[in-house]
């Protein structure tokens, strides 16, 4: 499985992306996307799994939202009301539901300005 993230990018606050992550192979079940600023651990901050359920980190609920196209195999993050804080290199990671992270894209850069 390879996975291909791109969609990073300067952005001011208040403004808005959408990163994109596409999957080669098939058996992917869940989806998702970490965040690493700097200084501070990998964290992830949201999941789609297969059935259409979806989880977000406090820190980005309400204002990210992941979707999968499925003919496409692709997932997308819609981050809207970006904030400084926000600013990070994202990952895009994929799996099983016994090992939801297996699989992980290069990152792809996202700063927000104030």
């Known amino acids: 499985v390879q996975l291909q993230a791109s969609g990073g990018g300067l952005v001011q606050a208040g403004g808005s992306l959408r990163l994109s992550c596409a999957a080669s192979?098939?058996?992917?079940?869940?989806m998702g996307w970490s965040r690493q600023a700097p200084g501070k651990e990998r964290e992830l901050i949201a999941r789609?799994?297969?059935?259409?359920?979806?989880n977000y980190a406090d820190s980005v609920k309400g204002r990210f939202t992941i979707s999968r196209d499925n003919a496409k195999n692709t997932v997308y993050l819609q981050m809207n009301s970006l904030k400084p804080e926000d600013t990070a290199v994202y990952y895009c990671?994929?799996?099983?539901?016994?090992?939801?992270?297996?699989?992980w894209g290069q990152g792809t850069q996202v700063t927000v300005s104030s």
């Open positions: 990671n994929a799996g099983s539901y016994l090992s939801p992270s297996r699989y």
């Open positions: 192979g098939s058996s992917i079940t869940v």
């Open positions: 789609w799994i297969s059935g259409a359920m979806t």
